[in-house]
């Protein structure tokens, strides 16, 4: 049965069926479509509920600032990528979970807002991080009320909501003339996608309910009056995505945790062979993307 694409309303035709193999938090099967016009991969029918999808280890709520401090480290670069552009101002983070990003944002000196839908994470961003959060599994009703921004920031997120596209718009109705929007998110183009298919873990049922294209999603921020100033999979964040991506992929293999730490280090090897493969401008895993609202 062909299904209406939810972004050009071509009739797409069934792509794959997969399960949830990195959660396994439920054994249902889920259909993916590819749309034969923009390329868009996505989930038919979503489950009402995605919320059940996540369970209580998703979303890891330290105890302390400390472990924040520590644990920030690793997404420094996701604060230089910003500061390449602007290096001050009010920024908003949809979907921080405990807040990382949007600790070293607040750190770098901007006025930092959050949209978090784990209401255990708001408290801590609200408590300990201190920063405005907005406990809402709706973003774009959420944004109604919020800002307007110089910065926006999606860092893996977009692939998560089955709305999409009003989010976009609403995000870009709430960034200021100059102000930014800067996103991350899977890449069905990857070449590791071509190898894993439906068990490439970035696919991750339910909870991705679409991949989108780099030159679709480009494209419909163009259309929303934003100007790509960085599009590339080779930050160090997607780069970061790629090991992830053949780690995760050997572990799914067996439950057993020895045996699945062994499968993660196999995971590893592979991804310093194949390299120099996913290191080519488009074929890794995962995207980052800024965009400059036009005046």
């Known amino acids: 049965m062909n299904i209406s694409c939810p972004n050009c309303k071509s009739q797409s035709e069934p792509y794959f069926i997969s399960k949830d193999y990195n959660q396994h938090v439920t054994n249902e099967t889920f259909h993916h479509y590819r749309c034969p016009e923009c390329e868009l991969i996505f989930i038919s029918p979503?489950?009402?509920?995605?919320?059940v999808y996540y369970p209580d280890t998703y979303h890891f709520v330290p105890d302390s600032v400390d472990y924040l401090e520590k644990a920030s480290g690793h997404e420094r670069y996701k604060i230089d990528i910003v500061q390449q552009f602007t290096k001050i101002g009010?920024?908003?983070?949809?979907?921080?979970?405990?807040?990382?990003f949007t600790y070293l944002a607040k750190q770098a000196g901007f006025h930092v807002d959050a949209i978090e839908m784990n209401a255990r994470c708001c408290e801590f961003l609200h408590d300990v991080v201190g920063v405005h959060a907005i406990n809402s599994d709706d973003p774009v009703r959420a944004l109604r009320k919020a800002g307007p921004y110089d910065v926006i920031a999606l860092w893996h997120v977009i692939e998560h909501l089955p709305n999409a596209w009003a989010t976009l718009e609403a995000m870009c109705s709430r960034v200021k003339p100059g102000g930014y929007v800067v996103l991350?998110?899977?890449?069905?183009?990857?070449?590791?996608?071509?190898?894993?298919?439906?068990?490439?873990?970035?696919?991750?049922?339910?909870?991705?309910?679409m991949l989108i294209p780099m030159k679709l999603l480009v494209d419909k921020m163009s259309q929303l009056g934003m100007k790509a100033e960085l599009v590339t999979t080779r930050d160090e964040g997607s780069l970061g995505w790629n090991t992830f991506g053949w780690e995760f992929f050997f572990g799914n293999l067996n439950a057993n945790r020895h045996i699945k730490r062994v499968l993660h280090r196999?995971?590893?090897?592979?991804?310093?062979?194949?390299?120099?493969i996913e290191r080519?401008?488009?074929?890794?895993?995962?995207?980052?993307?800024?965009?400059?609202?036009?005046?």
């Open 46 to 51: 979503i489950p009402e509920d995605l919320g």
């Open 184 to 209: 991350a998110a899977p890449n069905p183009d990857a070449f590791q996608f071509r190898v894993m298919g439906r068990y490439w873990p970035h696919v991750d049922a339910p909870r991705h309910v």
């Open 266 to 276: 196999i995971g590893r090897l592979v991804a310093r062979m194949l390299a120099p």
């Open 280 to 295: 080519r401008e488009g074929k890794g895993s995962a995207y980052t993307m800024v965009f400059k609202k036009v005046a």
């Open 90 to 100: 009010s920024l908003l983070e949809i979907g921080p979970s405990y807040g990382c």
